[in-house]
């Protein structure tokens, strides 16, 4: 069965791609997921999510259900939509810039599958993609590849994505804007007419903006966030040296003012996520190229790489040398209600604990082991839950702010482990309540 006209396709079923797409079959609208990875492509068949989000797999499974979402590996089905999300990884190569593989890989092909088409279809850059890549790369691939003139009977736009992992749905259902970077009319009328769609009544503000402009909205957004994160770690690494002194409460004065605000200001051991360091990484590297050096951005990521040290620091405050201590690690997502382990602050500290003398390290995470079985040594011990990743442990390091664990209690803590050390690295408890353990956490001043 063909999509027909109104139908969407996507190419990338990851998590935004994925996201997207199921997002966009549950307002009724006919949408081909398309990847290159076949085992993906089989489990969306049968109507089961690749990855864990929440909210995602009852969504695919009705769409699937419905026809409303089909899955494919040829992306020739995209010529039978009438618009085409591009939604490809775009890692960071060796030296921070940004790799275009897959988006140049897609949008040639595409370009091939459209060549044919007589009516009008619409190419949507949503991947993040440094400024210019919209109009410098993939519109030269797509015109080439599809012999047609851009802005005639193919549209292009660049329209970022700032859903984040953990409420992706919901990001997506309810965004606070949509960002679309066009050159010409046609395509932006296009996409904007697909968002009414999509959203009816309760279409969010759009941005309409030339691709350049849209492709760095992107970049501004993650490295401020990114920076915030940078900043409170940095007053809380002050903090953590006065007696007395807690940079929680510290934000919630901060926060009052309309002109900070409290949100995003959470002292933790530093971001992790498959975006923030690659994006910063990618804007650095292209800022540098045209001759200005980013400091502040810089900053950010240095303050974030040295965060972690900061978490181990508190451990062996607690512990003394680590020969022969068991370290249980609770948390291994990049945050809660996630299995992504990409860039994971977990995996800094764990790396950093491996490069001491001695310990023995036990991890527990509720969604994220088998992704983080792949990306640590063997030498990392995997519990089968919480209680006995503790048993027998010398000192437990909370990285992931998962709600399970915020049940433990202190008394739970004291009956399992070997020796009652708890480092608080995202200040899950009220220090109060843990006051018969020995309690550190980030940003919290020594006890006098
Ligand atoms: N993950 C997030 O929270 C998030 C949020 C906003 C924006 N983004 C951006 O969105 C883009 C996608 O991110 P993601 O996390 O969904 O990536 P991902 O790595 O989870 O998924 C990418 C998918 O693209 C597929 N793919 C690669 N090349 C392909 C090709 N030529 N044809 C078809 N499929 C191909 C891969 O097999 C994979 O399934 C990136 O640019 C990212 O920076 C991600």
Redesign the pocket.
Known sequence: MKPGPGSVSV???????LCTSAAFASKGIKTVG????EK?IEQIRQGRAP?YEPQLDSMLKKAVKKRLLTATND?SQAAYTSSTFL????PSRKDGSIDLT?IE??AE?LGTALSEKQSYHLVIV????IPGTTNRIVNPILAKSSSKTIGTNLGLCANP?????GT?INDTLHPDKIVIGANDKKSANTLKQLYMRFYGKNLPTVILTSPETAELVKYASNAFLATKVSFINTIANIAQSIPGVDVNQIVEAIGRDPRIGPLFLKAGPGYG???FH??LQAIINFSENLGYSPLLLRATEGTNEQQAEKVVELVEKLTGPLEQKRIAVLGLAFKKDTDDIREAASLRVINLLMKKKGPIIVAYDPLAVPNARRLLTESVEFAQDERSALKGADCCIVMTEWNQFKKLRAKDYLALMRTPNLVDARRLYDPKEYESLNFAGVGIGPQE
């Open positions: 190419i990338g079923m990851g998590y935004v791609g398309i990847d290159i990875d993906r990855l992306i939604t490809v990884g775009t897959s890989r897609a092909e949503k991947s993040t993609v994505e700032f859903l984040k992992e992706a996520g498959s975006c690659k994006d």
